[in-house]
């Protein structure tokens, strides 16, 4: 299993000080909680894509280009590349280039995003949210597998002879997993190219998480990639650690009633109690993160939301050195005990290129028509059928 943390680089104001950190200090931070998640022996970090306040991390391959020169082992990746108002061509070349520069240590995850006023900022309609998750990426991995692409569709401008530049490193795309909370069409797209879930499950309860991630599971094996407990899944989540479970709750509840995604709402109690949420002690996050895999099965990756609702830099490399002291190196070895040979690793850019040498070439021209003709039948419907 792969363990990291993810960033949705939020600036707000501690609520114990009342000061709010400027754009550049947030921005710096991220890339020192970064570089500081490699120090602790973590495996991923990753950071949002948002394009409104109080945010800042509108150019993630910007911010992981730089953590790529300052880090050697740790992945870079995304919790949310926004495949619906991104322009495909851009996503093709911009995380190609990022993937020579890291040496491979690249994956990213598609997403709608959770801000709606984004679509007509780039030239979208929000109606058409699902339609354009299903083309864009159908049109981003025709640019990714074949050397000249010749496409048409719906929501953008034709192509002709076009050749996305870079080509991506080894002939191996990037690893792309899909997100979603809340909509089983993407788990089906996921399912349908044999690609990776990742269900954020830091808003819901366990019976929603299971249910996304169970018809992602059945899917894949219906498209042929595999068993159900072949598939490829990660998970998010959120913890605040202290030595003593009093002291957690008591130094993060003022963030919690505060933060700009919960605040405001159920309280810390509630919200604990029906989402993965944990606020405790190190022995806790363990015994909860553990519990996950009793409605999930076994899955490749787990990452870990620590720097957000204005919580101090200092504080969360704090919880970094926690997670890569106490619970990280427990989670390894706890996950490992029964788990099944079938079940795969988290896919690597080692893990694709050796996997790429014993299939052959990437697709052909028949093999992307075939594809073509398999996403003319795609039909999301399936996807909510009971």
Do not use: C
């Amino acid at each position: 299993m792969q363990f990291g943390v993810f960033t949705v680089g939020d600036v707000t104001p501690d609520p114990t000080t009342g000061r709010a950190p400027t754009e550049h200090e947030r921005i710096k931070a991220m890339a020192a909680i970064a570089e500081h998640a490699e120090q602790a022996g973590l495996d991923v970090f990753a950071t949002g894509e948002h394009h409104n306040p109080p945010f800042v991390p509108s150019s993630p391959t910007t911010l992981l280009g730089w953590i790529a020169g300052r880090t050697s082992k740790l992945l870079l990746s995304t919790a949310t590349t926004l495949i619906t108002t991104n322009d495909p061509v851009k996503i093709a070349e911009d995380y190609a280039m990022l993937q020579h520069l890291a040496d491979g240590r690249v994956d990213l995850t598609l997403g709608r995003g959770n801000t709606g006023p984004v679509y007509p900022w780039f030239g979208k309609d929000i109606r058409d949210g699902i339609d354009l998750a299903l083309e864009n990426y159908a049109l981003l991995r025709r640019l990714w597998d074949e050397d000249v692409v010749d496409w048409s569709g719906r929501f953008r401008t034709p192509l002709q002879g076009f050749t996305a530049a870079p080509r991506p490193l080894d002939g191996v795309a990037p690893f792309v997993w899909h997100g979603s909370i809340r909509s089983p069409e993407i788990a089906e797209q996921a399912a349908y190219y044999g690609d990776g879930f990742f269900h954020n499950n830091i808003f819901w309860p366990k019976e929603h998480t299971q249910r996304m991630v169970s018809l992602y599971r059945r899917r894949f094996a219906h498209y042929g990639h595999g068993t159900e407990q072949q598939a490829i899944v990660g998970l998010g989540g959120q913890v605040f650690m202290r030595k003593n479970s009093q002291d957690a709750v008591r130094e993060f509840r003022p963030y919690f009633d505060n933060a700009p995604v919960y605040g405001h709402g159920p309280s810390l109690e509630e919200f604990t109690a029906e989402t993965p949420l944990t606020v405790g002690t190190p022995e806790q996050v363990i015994e909860r993160t553990l519990s996950f895999r009793d409605y999930v099965g076994d899955y490749q990756r787990q990452l870990f939301l620590l720097d957000h609702a204005g919580l101090p830099l200092k504080t969360v490399l704090e919880q970094i050195d926690l997670l890569g002291e106490q619970v990280v190196p427990v989670l390894r070895k706890e996950f490992a005990i029964g788990r099944p040979a079938g079940v795969p690793d988290a896919p690597t850019h080692a893990s694709l290129v050796a996997a790429a040498g014993k299939v052959g070439e990437t697709d052909t021209g028949a093999d992307a028509a075939r594809d073509d003709e398999r996403l003319a039948r795609f039909d999301t419907k399936e996807a909510i059928a009971p």
